[in-house]
């Protein structure tokens, strides 16, 4: 049994920031973010999903922080981010627009990437002034916009009332998940990775997932049962990169292809064969690489631009 937060060793054992800030959202929350790599590098900001932590994105900071600057955050309640009674969505685009603004300079653009809920922040920044005035491109990782629960496939059953009413109450309950043991591990597998998924990434995520709080953990379930951000994805008026699993129970393809369809400026879909919902834990060479393309294409002028007008 491990009752370790995350590893401590090896491509999943989070690399220590080049410091360590505290940005505090609209309504008061607090919320615990990490700054890697180098001072004036082209910014990349990575927003985790439900019941993750920074230490999610492991894999990416220690590959982006050579040449890049990356700022990870701990959403409300997760990590080391303390919870708060407002489980909202505005209120997560309300912290992602605090993280832009205490951690880029006025009009600095960044790579944004969102996975699973943290996709969800994304979309839900969308309108906002502070995501637009920092926003040169996206990566919406494993993540949907609406009707997650109906079509989840983690219930093995065939879509229908039944299946939502079962998955809502699985997703939402309060039972403590307790120590991370062997068949902790295969449960979390099946609901939210591949097949082919090695034991250091099952045993990666469990640590994460585990040590996220039974009453955040049931808070935000509640939020992301009732989620609704069609409009948001219309707005998202920036070059945005969708990225999915095949075997993803939690949110499949089908959400992929919706936003797809949706984005105003979609400039792609990767659709990962036999890979599950962490994508970023089960292809982190992928992932990573999708998101140095957008930035050579998208950010590299815009902040070699920003560096000269601020020298």
Do not use: N
Not at 149 to 154: H, Q
């Amino acid at each position: 049994m491990s009752r370790l937060t995350h590893m401590a060793s090896g491509p999943y054992a989070p690399p220590a920031p080049a410091h360590e800030l505290t940005a505090v959202s609209a309504d008061g929350a607090r919320l615990h973010v990490e700054v890697h790599g180098p001072e004036h590098a082209a910014p990349v900001v990575l927003a985790h999903g439900w019941t993750c932590s920074t230490a999610f994105w492991a894999a990416q900071i220690r590959d982006l922080a050579v040449d890049h600057r990356v700022i990870a955050y701990d959403q409300r309640g997760h990590g080391r981010s303390p919870a708060s009674s407002a489980c909202t969505a505005d209120a997560l685009a309300d912290d992602l627009e605090a993280v832009l603004a205490d951690t880029l300079a006025p009009g600095e653009k960044a790579v944004i990437v969102g996975h699973s809920m943290g996709g969800m922040t994304v979309m839900a920044a969308a309108e906002r002034p502070g995501f637009r005035e920092h926003a040169a491109a996206v990566v919406l990782c494993s993540t949907g916009s609406s009707r997650l629960v109906a079509e989840a496939r983690v219930v093995p059953m065939r879509a229908g009332r039944l299946r939502s009413w079962l998955t809502g109450h699985i997703l939402g309950s309060r039972a403590p998940l307790g120590p991370v043991t062997p068949i902790a591990k295969r449960i979390l597998k099946y609901a939210t990775m591949g097949p082919g998924s090695a034991p250091h990434m099952v045993e990666a995520c469990a640590r994460i997932v585990h040590a996220c709080p039974r009453a955040v953990r049931h808070a935000w379930s509640r939020v992301l049962d009732r989620l609704d951000l069609d409009h948001g994805v219309r707005q998202l008026r920036v070059p945005t990169a969708v990225v999915v699993g095949t075997d993803d129970r939690l949110t499949p393809p089908v959400h992929a292809r919706a936003l797809a369809g949706a984005l105003p400026e979609c400039v792609g879909t990767t659709e990962l064969p036999g890979l599950g919902h962490m994508t970023p834990v089960e292809a982190p060479e992928l992932v990573t690489g999708k998101i140095r393309e957008l930035v050579e294409k998208y950010l590299t002028s815009t902040t070699d631009a920003h560096t000269k007008e601020g020298a």
